[in-house]
């Protein structure tokens, strides 16, 4: 009897066959698909690349806006430099042109052609307060109103007195409160004729200015001249008036659009060494008389 060999041979047929099967069926797989994986590989080389390049171009943009904020940071310093050089300069020429204590008084033509002046008057007085206290640490200001030699000698002339004034204070309030209050016109009204501003320059005169007071400047804001057999009187006066204390000036805005006014402003301007200005009532205007 012959006996079985029980051993287990792996390289049979069967086993052979199946493996063959296999690696044919593994071949065929990767042939058909090694196409594919070139150009998956080849993308991502690509990609690879282009992210490379982008990276560069971001570093060399990094390293232009650090180039130019670098820059940005030279100027803005060379600007606070210069910015802080000029207000050294600025306080030199402030300190150079600042007043000592002054007093400033209006004296106003408030008869009925001078209702424009009133109201620009009203409207700058903040301003011009606002300057004056710039170019000066102790600014008192008053108003002189004169009407028509006609009128009664009760409402003729009215002032407001001498008084400092700051922004911000009951004193400038009480300032605006006054010019808001001036009426044009009177009781006896004309729009052609002298008026009283003899009496209006010689109620400012005797206003209480301030001892202390280095500058003292009138300004004179009218249309028409004094009456004729008052103007001797008047220029007499403002050369006694100048003549009291040295810093002392009397200026003029010639009003309106007639020059009826100029010859006798012209006379008390040069008596009173000051200057004459026209029409413009603004603050830098009346600033620039003040200075003068």
Not at 41 to 61: F, G, H, I, P, Y
Not at 99 to 120: A, K, Y
Not at 228 to 237: K, S
């Amino acid at each position: 009897m012959i006996r079985r060999s029980r051993e287990v041979n792996i390289f049979s047929m069967s086993a052979l066959d199946l493996f063959a099967s296999a690696l044919g069926a593994f071949i065929f797989i990767s042939i058909t698909l090694f196409p594919y994986f070139t150009n998956t590989t080849k993308s991502l080389m690509e990609e690879l690349e282009k992210l490379e390049q982008e990276k560069q171009e971001l570093s060399d943009r990094v390293a232009e806006v650090s180039t130019e904020l670098a820059q940005e940071r030279g100027r803005l310093n060379q600007a606070n430099q210069e910015k802080a050089k000029a207000e050294q300069e600025l306080e030199k020429e402030r300190a150079r042109v600042k007043l000592p204590p002054l007093d400033v008084v209006f004296v106003m033509d408030t008869t009925g052609s001078m209702r424009n002046e009133i109201v620009e008057l009203g409207n700058q007085i903040g301003n011009l307060v606002e300057l004056l206290n710039i170019l000066s640490d102790d600014v008192a200001v008053g108003i002189v109103e004169y009407k028509d030699i006609k009128e009664p000698i009760s409402s003729r002339v009215r002032s407001y007195p001498l008084l400092r004034v700051e922004n911000g204070t009951p004193s400038l309030r009480n300032l605006r409160s006054f010019i808001r209050n001036l009426k044009a016109g009177g009781s006896v009204d004309n729009y052609t004729e002298p008026e009283a501003m003899d009496e209006g320059l010689q109620a400012a005169y005797s206003l209480a200015w301030r001892k202390h007071s280095r500058r003292q400047v009138v300004i004179v804001i009218a249309d028409q001249p004094p009456f004729p057999f008052r103007e001797q009187a008047a220029v007499r006066n403002a050369s006694a008036f100048i003549a009291v204390q040295e810093g002392r000036r009397i200026a003029a805005v010639h009003a309106g659009d007639r020059r009826d006014a100029e010859p006798f402003l012209r006379k008390l301007v040069s008596v009173g060494q000051g200057r004459l200005a026209y029409k413009s009532i603004d603050a830098l205007t009346i600033v620039r008389l003040i200075m003068s």
